[in-house]
């Protein structure tokens, strides 16, 4: 890894992308610090044991806490492109024709997610300020009333606009998918203060008797961190070598090759699409609050949407499991796959070409998406259950989702790298 990195910047090319990359998350960093007028953040310190809070925290990279102007992320550009994906799944027949037209029709979805993101930015919004301010016993906006509520959801609506931007430029001029980069700054940056607050709750503000027992116990934690390291970059590195056979041969080509195809091909989007998805129900829950709260129909609503309880915990790595499978489709069309294999002269040997093939890959992916989603969902289940049995601190709860996405955009970043080198190398033999 500090080998690529110590090429890479050898090359002016990389080098500038790198840099680029570093100033936007800069940019981002310094958002998240500029908390929006009219409030005060601080009462936010009241409720930081909510579960919801943690969760939003995660995906805005911990603006949230400051109720900054970047408060919502790219929360809702991530459930705006769930439902835009899921839309194009033959039932919206325009985009479903769109999703056919290559690059142009990229564009209009696009556009399309964008118009989206900005309904739902304002909805979000402005129901998380009003339930913030029902938490705090209506002390945390200055001057509660609808203006207010709405000049704040311009505000928040517009902050994830730009960080939406700011994310595509990363994507288009940068290194890494600009999405992933930004929660994946917003984690590396939490790390010190969790650390901070592990240690003084285990050694500083405990009995010192109990000094070396929270000793042992933090070193079972840390093995127990890096096994799990190492576990996810095992897996999430795996993959299957489907056996490729060309029909035409072209002197100097090789007759036969492989296709390979990802033990979890859906990547960590899927617990960034389940996390983002199970905070815009907890947004309305908590605007309801003020109205429903004690009613019983709103307890087990509550409950189920806090990833702390049971049944919460369970929903959300269901949801993990079923975006695994929606992505890895997505990300793998096997339809598209067999036919520009067909288009090249290209078979998978004992296959049928054309729907054969399409059947096959379909049958291998659905297979390999089932260890993937089990290995996303156990990762991601695992320090929830720990936060449950021990009392960990709630910053815990959400540790193997963040290590999934930590892991996985690094090890994304570092092949997309490794594949800017080798393109460099290979125009240089050209040239």
Do not use: C
């Not at 940056?189 to 969790?194: E, I, N, Q, V």
């Not at 109990?210 to 000793?215: E, K, L, P, Q, V």
């Not at 195809?261 to 905070?279: D, E, Q």
């Amino acid at each position: 890894m500090f080998k690529l990195l110590k090429d890479a910047f050898k090359v002016k090319d990389i080098r500038s992308r790198i840099f680029f990359t570093v100033l936007i998350l800069f940019v981002f960093r310094l958002g998240t610090h500029i908390t929006v007028p009219g409030v005060d953040a601080s009462r936010l310190r009241e409720i930081a044991d909510l579960p919801f809070l943690n969760m939003l925290n995660l995906v805005s990279g911990g603006a949230m806490q400051q109720f900054s102007i970047f408060s919502m992320g790219v929360s809702p550009y991530i459930t705006a492109s769930i439902v835009i994906q899921l839309l194009q799944m033959d039932i919206v027949p325009r985009f479903v024709e769109w999703s056919k037209q290559g690059e142009v029709g990229r564009k209009k979805l696009n556009q399309a997610t964008r118009y989206l993101t900005l309904v739902l930015a304002f909805v979000q919004s402005m129901t998380l300020t009003a339930g913030f301010n029902y938490y705090t016993q209506l002390g945390f906006v200055n001057n509660p009333n609808i203006s207010t509520f709405v000049v704040i959801g311009l505000i928040l609506t517009a902050g994830t606009m730009l960080v939406t931007w700011l994310g595509e430029q990363i994507t288009e001029r940068g290194i890494g998918n600009g999405v992933s980069m930004i929660i994946f700054a917003g984690i590396i940056s939490r790390l010190p203060a969790s650390i901070k607050e592990l240690v003084e709750d285990y050694f500083i503000n405990v009995d010192p008797s109990d000094i070396w027992m929270n000793a042992l116990f933090m070193v079972l934690l840390v093995v127990a961190v890096l096994v799990i390291i190492t576990f996810v970059t095992y897996v999430q590195q795996a993959e299957r070598k489907i056996p490729i056979q060309y029909t035409k041969r072209v002197a100097g080509a090789p007759t036969s090759s492989y296709l390979p195809l990802k033990v979890n091909a859906a990547g960590v989007i899927p617990v960034i699409f389940a996390s983002s998805f199970i905070t815009t129900p907890n947004a309305i829950i908590q605007a309801l609050g003020s109205s429903y709260k004690g009613e019983t129909w709103y307890e087990v609503v509550q409950t189920i949407f806090s990833y702390n309880t049971v049944p919460g915990a369970i929903i959300y790595t269901v949801l993990i499991v079923a975006f695994t499978f929606f992505y890895a489709f997505v990300q793998v069309n096997p339809e598209k796959l067999a036919e520009n294999l067909q288009k090249q002269g290209s078979y998978i040997p004992s296959v049928r070409p054309g729907k054969g093939t399409e059947e096959y890959v379909s049958r291998l992916l659905m297979r390999l998406s089932t260890v993937g989603s089990v290995f996303l969902g156990l990762v991601a289940l695992l320090p929830i259950i720990a936060q449950m049995v021990w009392n960990l601190p709630q910053s815990i709860g959400l540790g193997g989702t963040s290590l999934l996405i930590v892991i996985g955009v690094a090890l994304d970043t570092a092949k997309q790298l490794e594949g800017l080198m080798l393109k460099r190398k290979y125009t240089g033999f050209i040239n």
